[in-house]
C-alpha cells in the first residue's frame, strides 16, 4: 500500500526522525511529505515569563534553529523520491498537527509516541502530542514506538 500524501510532525528526536524514515517507506514515489515543527506557544511564554527573551525573539530564534535542522535533513534526501517540503508553525503542538493535517487535507500523519520531554505532571493529566493526536485525527495515524537506536 502506498499513500499519496503524509503529515509527518517532527520535534527532531530521534524517535521523531524514526517516524519520518518510515512514512518515506509508506509513501508513492510521486507522493508527498510534510515535515511539520511545532513551536510550543506555551514554551514560548514560560521563556518570557522567566525574563529569557521576548516572545519574538525566542519564536525567531526557534524558527531559525528548526530551519537548520530541516536543512539538514532534506540534503540527504536522494533522488528518485517523494516531494519533501517542510513547515514550522507556533502554536499548541496537538492542535496545530490536527489543524494542518485538515487544513492541507492529509490522507494519513505518521508520529513517534516520545519525542522531547515534557513536564511530567502535564503528561500525566492530559496525556501525550501523540495520544491527543490520537483522539482527535479524522485521518489514519501510525504511531512509532520509541525504540533506541
Known amino acids: 500500500m502506498k499513500v ?32 511539520l515543527h511545532v513551536i510550543d506557544s506555551d514554551f514560548v511564554s514560560r521563556l518570557r515569563d522567566e525574563g529569557f527573551d521576548s516572545e519574538e525573539g525566542a519564536v525567531s530564534r526557534l ?17 528518485p523520491s517523494p516531494q519533501i517540503d517542510s513547515m514550522v508553525v507556533v502554536g499548541k503542538p496537538f492542535t496545530e498537527i490536527l489543524r494542518v493535517s485538515v487544513d492541507l487535507d492529509f490522507q494519513m500523519i505518521v508520529l513517534g509516541m516520545r519525542g522531547r520531554q515534557s513536564d511530567a505532571i ?27 537506536v
Open 63 to 79: 524558527r531559525e534553529k528548526a530551519t537548520v535542522h530541516f536543512e539538514d535533513i532534506l540534503q540527504n534526501v536522494s533522488k
Open 4 to 35: 499519496s500524501d503524509i503529515l509527518v510532525p517532527v520535534d527532531f528526536s530521534p524517535n521523531s526522525l524514526q517516524a519520518y524514515d518510515f512514512a518515506k517507506s509508506l509513501v508513492d514515489p510521486e507522493g508527498d511529505i510534510l515535515l
Open 122 to 148: 502535564e503528561h500525566l493529566l492530559f496525556g501525550s502530542t501523540a495520544e491527543k493526536v490520537l483522539r482527535g485525527a479524522r485521518i489514519p495515524v501510525i504511531c512509532i514506538p520509541y525504540k533506541s
